[in-house]
């Protein structure tokens, strides 16, 4: 069960849990993106016209999900675009163009607002997470049936390694926890493969809970099970014996990991769930000296505001709470 707010004692064994999209890879989609660098041509694996098509249905739910269906048909005509410049201009090309189209993307994706947020969740209409996630998920895994696992992985890790950009001033705070005596781990909804690609990037030996994809004879079934993100973080707290743990996440679904934790940061990210929160946690980490201010009243919830960096506010929670 969770301790006192910030009860962290000297000698305690620490976990830090972090969604992945949204929230690590705070600006974007790590699954999304290689979907997309996919459904282009941008990648070694030998793709098939309908396997494409898969893949951008797939893409443009999400689109749908975040933006409506002006965002959906605004995709639609980017991911054809690209489609052609792949085929007339080769597959780096088409990749080259959607890494620029992404990280401008990326400059302009934050709410500003709680009204911005409002008008976001608007926009989702009847479209509900569980049934994005079933589509994307769906669309992977259909793609992913009967492939060679170590190909695919192969061709997703360089999309990933290449392609993605990479938080340093987060790495550095992961590589302080781990030198305190940390764990890290990640709880995504995203493929696991994918997620522990990204994960190395910030940070040695993290723990992965994510989506994972059945094989059969090293070969993908196209099967898939969801993670269930409040159990992953109960069995990663009972069996790394962890005393003190910090959970961070940004849609409503990473919000079920705050029973779990000793402390939770709702990020404004690419989802929604720091919404849940903002009655009772108005305030948003302003500087370490606020951290007080801005816990709820539960004292165990820390709202992560749009133009604040994760890892500052890492930073002020685990100082405060003498992790670091």
């Known amino acids: 069960m969770p301790r006192a707010p910030l009860g962290y004692t000297p000698g305690d064994r620490v976990g830090l849990a972090l969604d992945l999209d949204g929230t690590a890879y705070r600006d974007g989609s790590v699954f999304v993106e290689t979907m997309a660098y996919l459904a282009v041509g941008g990648s070694t694996l030998d793709l098939d016209d309908a396997e494409r098509e898969r893949l951008r249905r797939a893409v443009l739910e999400v689109a749908r999900y975040r933006g409506g269906e002006p965002t959906r048909r605004r995709w639609a005509w980017v991911l054809r675009a690209l489609g052609l410049v792949g ?6 090309l088409a990749g080259d163009a959607l890494e620029r189209i992404a990280r401008v993307r990326a400059g302009r994706s934050r709410p500003d607002s709680g009204a911005s947020s409002a008008s976001t969740s608007a926009t989702r209409g009847s479209l509900d997470y569980d049934g994005m996630r079933r589509t994307t ?8 049936r009967g492939r060679d696992r170590t190909s695919v992985e192969r061709a997703t890790d360089r999309i990933v390694r290449e392609r993605l950009p990479v938080d340093g001033r987060l790495r550095t705070v992961l590589g302080r926890v781990r030198e305190a005596g940390g764990e890290v781990a990640f709880v995504s909804d995203a493929p696991a493969h994918l ?5 190395a990037l910030l940070v040695d030996d993290a723990r992965i809970r994510a989506t994972a994809f059945g094989t059969e004879e090293g070969r993908y079934t196209g099967r898939y099970e969801p993670v269930d993100k409040r159990a992953a973080l109960e069995t990663l707290r009972g069996t790394r014996d962890w ?3 910090l959970a961070a996440g940004d ?3 990473d919000a079920e990991m705050a029973d779990v934790a000793d402390c939770f940061l709702a990020v404004a990210g690419q989802g929604d769930g720091h919404r849940r929160f903002e009655a009772s946690n108005p305030a948003p980490l302003a500087a ?13 919830t820390v709202r992560v505001g749009p133009s604040e960096d994760l890892a500052d506010a890492l930073v002020a929670v685990l100082g405060a709470a003498g992790v670091l």
């Open 288 to 300: 370490p000296a606020s951290l007080r201010r801005a816990l709820g009243p539960d004292r165990r």
């Open 251 to 253: 849609s409503a679904v």
């Open 195 to 199: 997620v522990r690609s990204y994960a």
């Open 243 to 245: 005393d003190y743990v």
């Open 87 to 92: 085929t007339f201009g080769g597959p780096s």
């Open 137 to 144: 998920l769906g669309g992977y895994g259909e793609m992913l």
